[in-house]
T-cell receptor
Framework: QQQVKQSPQSLIVQKGGISIINCAYE??????FPWYQQFPGKGPALLIA?????SEKKEGRFTISFNKSAKQFSLHIMDSQPGDSATYFC????????????FGQGTTLQVKP | DVKVTQSSRYLVKRTGEKVFLECVQD?????MFWYRQDPGLGLRLIYF???????EKGDIPEGYSVSREKKERFSLILESASTNQTSMYLC???????????????FGPGTRLTVL
């Protein structure tokens, strides 16, 4: 079965620190890797996404690093803020597969003030 | 602004009951999805639909069925609810095709279903 494995399950970071969440995948046909952010009581929302033709994508304090040979990708949150406290999901999909996303297990991030 | 609404935020049902969860979107998106979210398991796809009256099984369809009679509405049906279907259920929509190769999924707020 296609899988995306995410770690750690939970993460506590001090304000101003760097939060790092890692994901690994098996299927080399995956060609789209989004990260979704979910606040309590809300549905997930797209945060940032990358395609495998680039090794890094940055949007503000959020960066995706992508290692195609290792089949791994990670989310880095620089200068983490209490407002970043949420659950983060990595995902992967294959273009043309009707948008079907395979999600990781999720990471609950708590940023302490 | 995409709006995806789900019929209930919280629902409590008894084992064996037939349960209907409804999802409505206002953005004319072709694709609609039902996921369940469980701690440590992430989001798992139950069913999805890419057009009216069209549906495809996801990764965990057992015990569920779906209905899409109108483009904006996608219903998840638990034919005979069981305690192992206690979960958070999330609906999502996505535009299909167009110039963008990769499309964003927009999620509703979820329905927390408890089966006693």
């Amino acid at each position: 079965q296609q899988q995306v494995k995410q770690s750690p399950q939970s993460l506590i970071v001090q304000k101003g620190g760097i939060s790092i969440i890692n994901c690994a995948y098996e299927n080399t046909a995956f060609d789209y890797f989004p990260w979704y952010q979910q606040f309590p009581g809300k549905g997930p929302a797209l945060l940032i996404a990358i395609r495998p033709d680039v090794s890094e994508k940055k949007e503000g304090r959020f960066t995706i690093s992508f290692n195609k040979s290792a089949k791994q990708f990670s989310l880095h949150i620089m200068d983490s803020q209490p407002g970043d406290s949420a659950t983060y999901f990595c995902a992967a999909s294959i273009h043309g597969n009707t948008g079907k996303l395979i999600f990781g297990q999720g990471t609950t991030l708590q940023v302490k003030p | 602004d995409v709006k995806v609404t789900q019929s209930s935020r919280y629902l409590v049902k008894r084992t064996g009951e037939k349960v209907f969860l409804e999802c409505v979107q206002d953005m004319d998106h072709e694709n609609m999805f039902w996921y369940r979210q469980d701690p440590g398991l992430g989001l798992r796809l139950i069913y999805f639909s890419y057009d009216v009256k069209m549906k495809e099984k996801g990764d965990i369809p057992e015990g569920y069925s779906v209905s899409r009679e109108k483009k904006e509405r996608f219903s998840l049906i638990l034919e005979s609810a069981s305690t192992n279907q206690t979960s958070m259920y999330l609906c999502a929509t996505e535009a299909a095709g167009g110039p963008r190769k990769y499309n964003e999924q927009f999620f509703g707020p979820g329905t927390r279903l408890t089966v006693l």
